[in-house]
């Protein structure tokens, strides 16, 4: 069974630019969730979608926004890219949350 | 809200020794759920552990068990015969009961296993 496949792997973009990054869930996951990563600062929920709907946010600026997909991918897009936006994304699936969920590996988004 | 806090930013242990790392939580909810992730260099974080709130028995998967005190809100795993591949950073997660519940994550912790 395939994990959660995250792409790019890695992403440089200069500030004012914008980043779209992507995920793939696990086959049968609905739930598709979204963290930002940043050093020292441990791991910020940024957005949570389920079939097709968003269903929580993070305190995060509305310049960070996503979709979900019919088969249930989700884009992440983050427009008007600052230096502190440089960050890891991770995105993660679940069926039933209560047992956790399963992380990709992340794309490690850098802001020149 | 909810707040994880993991105080210890770093541990170095032996190779096949015991380690503890520490997690206590903030709450005023009574169901919940907690978890342990592993993060290595690779970046995936792995699920390790997991505890539910209303059982009293402490949760063990292998080498992992945590020390789970409800009361004090502490969330303590500890690592026996620690091997090399536990190296990794830690993180403690908290999620409550019911919807649109998220995980809340700690700051983690970063673990070195000695050789």
């Known amino acids: 069974e395939a994990g959660v496949t995250q792409s790019p792997t890695h992403l440089i973009k200069t500030r004012g630019q914008q980043a779209t990054l992507r995920c793939s869930p696990i086959?049968?996951?609905?739930?598709v969730y979204w963290y930002q990563q940043a050093l020292g600062l441990g791991l910020q929920f940024l957005l949570w979608?389920?079939?097709?709907?968003?269903?929580n946010r993070g305190n995060f600026p509305p310049r960070f926004s996503g979709r979900q997909f019919p088969n249930y991918s989700s884009e992440l897009n983050v427009n008007a890219l600052e230096l502190e936006d440089s960050a890891l994304y991770l995105c993660?699936?679940?069926?039933?949350?209560?047992?956790?969920?399963?992380f990709g590996s992340g794309t490690r988004l850098t802001v020149v | 809200a909810q707040t994880v806090t993991q105080s210890q930013p770093e541990m170095s242990v032996q190779e096949a020794e015991t380690v503890t790392l520490s997690c206590t939580y903030d709450?005023?909810?009574?169901?919940?759920?907690l978890f342990w992730y592993k993060q290595p260099p690779s970046r995936q974080m792995i699920l390790v552990i997991r505890?539910?709130?209303?059982?009293?028995q402490n949760a063990t998967e292998n080498r992992f068990s945590v020390n789970f005190q409800k009361a004090a809100k502490s969330f303590s795993l500890k690592i026996s015969d620690s091997q090399l591949g536990d190296t990794a950073m830690y993180f403690c997660?908290?999620?409550?009961?019911?919807?649109?519940?998220?995980?809340?994550f700690g700051k983690g912790i970063t673990l070195s296993v000695r050789p």
């Open positions: 997660a908290f999620m409550k009961q019911g919807a649109n519940s998220k995980l809340t």
């Open positions: 086959s049968g996951h609905t739930s």
């Open positions: 505890q539910e709130a209303y059982k009293q």
């Open positions: 979608y389920d079939e097709g709907e968003e269903r």
């Open positions: 993660a699936s679940s069926t039933d949350r209560n047992y956790g969920y399963t």
């Open positions: 709450t005023s909810e009574n169901n919940y759920y």
